[in-house]
């Protein structure tokens, strides 16, 4: 079955990075579109980045200019990278292709001081 596997998240600072990672087994990986999302305690979850099977690129205004998403499609990864993290950007992050397709457990990113 479709399984994704997200690691990376961590305590940083605020301006801080991070890079988080996620596997995806059980489907063709090639040909979605893959997204990372967050959802913030108390919040709806929210698509922040997502690559397309060519590499186009699209980002949440809140982390435009901040975040980076990319993918390899050889080893069935896709990637976030974060920068300058900020306080409101603590959140448990998921990747997926599709809110209907199961979630994986997620990884939790805190930025604070």
């Known amino acids: 079955q479709v399984q994704f596997v997200e690691s990376g998240g961590g305590l940083v600072q605020p301006g801080g990075s991070l890079r988080l990672s996620c596997a995806a087994s059980g489907i063709i990986f090639s040909i979605y579109t893959m997204n990372w999302y967050r959802q913030a305690p108390g919040k709806q979850r929210e698509l922040v980045a997502a690559?397309?099977?060519?590499?186009?690129?699209t980002y949440a205004d809140s982390v435009k200019g901040r975040f980076t998403i990319s993918r390899d499609n050889a080893e069935n990864m896709v990637y976030l990278q974060m920068n300058t993290l900020k306080p409101e950007d603590t959140a448990v992050y998921y990747c997926?292709?599709?809110?209907?397709?199961?979630w994986g457990q997620g990884t939790q990113v805190t930025v604070s001081s």
């Open positions: 690559i397309t099977t060519g590499g186009t690129t």
């Open positions: 997926n292709t599709h809110p209907d397709i199961p």
